[in-house]
């Protein structure tokens, strides 16, 4: 074996191991691109399912926030008329603080309308004095005047009574809507933690997603570089069978040269000696190098 062969089979051992070891990580790096994929596609997943949550979140936080402002403009009307229940209650009071200042305590309505229908039949039935009748019919008008604030008085305290009832009520209103409306508070609050927790959150993802794309990328350019050392070493691996292969047909063109040479050295003996030439020696002389 020549040195040229020898070194080129060297050199083809050596590829061979580079080739080798090349796939090797090759095979790794594919895996490895693999399995980020599959961190990459889990991640977004993840991403998606955290946006989905921050858009429910969101919702109901606007949902939340729409029925406070509905409480707190209730709220509002209800004080409001709390305030006009409180006028128009001093106003009653002041009628009933009034009819009473002029009529006293002791005023009853069915011995005033007795009264009055008593004077009134007098009038009627008996044949009186001018004089008295006047008198009757000034009594009878100063009784209804009467009798007309007493009723106004009455009907002021039944006012009263209904305007008392109408404010307790404003109030246990008023206390159960601002009981409400602290409760969306503290909703709206936790959500509005919710949706900063979210958004950490996604930040967080997005980053990792970044870093992962980030590793995929360079595996990728070192898959590159492999593979494109891989081809460039499988195509000298190549050549150098190629080259072997010319070597040895090489060598075997002049073995056989050689052989045919000898042979027709023989053969031109035996016909300068005048010896008997056979198939095979005239195939030498006169086949040429067939």
Do not use: F
């Not at 961190?39 to 921050?54: A, G, H, P, Q, V």
């Amino acid at each position: 074996m020549s040195k040229e062969e020898n070194d080129i089979i060297n050199e083809i051992s050596e590829i061979r191991e580079q080739l080798k070891k090349l796939k090797n990580e090759k095979s790794v790096i594919v895996g490895n691109i693999k399995e980020l994929k599959r961190r990459r596609s889990e991640l977004i997943d993840k991403l998606r399912k955290l946006k989905d949550k921050l858009q429910k979140i969101r919702k109901e936080l606007d949902e939340l926030k729409t029925r406070r402002s509905i409480l707190i403009e209730e709220r509002r009307n209800l004080i409001r008329r709390v305030k006009d229940v409180k006028n128009m209650l001093l106003q009653e009071r002041e009628v009933i603080e009034r009819v009473k200042a002029e009529l006293g305590r002791n005023v009853s309505i069915p011995k005033l309308r007795n009264r009055i229908e008593q004077l009134e039949w007098r009038i009627i039935t008996e044949s009186l004095p001018l004089e008295v009748e006047n008198r009757l019919v000034k009594e009878i008008m100063k009784l209804e005047s009467i009798l007309e604030r007493a009723v106004e008085s009455i009907k002021a305290r039944e006012k009263y009574q209904e305007l008392r009832a109408e404010l307790k009520s404003l109030r246990v209103r008023i206390n159960d809507v601002s009981k409400e409306i602290d409760e969306l508070n503290n909703k709206i609050n936790s959500l509005r933690e919710s949706i900063g927790y979210v958004k950490n959150e996604l930040s967080h993802i997005r980053e990792m997603i970044g870093e992962v794309q980030g590793k995929i990328q360079e595996s990728v350019n070192k898959l590159i570089n492999i593979t494109e050392r891989i081809n460039n070493l499988s195509t000298r691996y190549r050549e150098l069978q190629e080259n072997l292969r010319n070597i040895r047909l090489s060598k075997q063109k002049e073995l056989e040269k050689a052989i045919l040479e000898k042979k027709r050295k023989k053969a031109l003996e035996k016909l300068s000696k005048g010896e008997r030439l056979t198939l095979e020696d005239l195939k030498v002389l006169y086949g040429g190098n067939e």
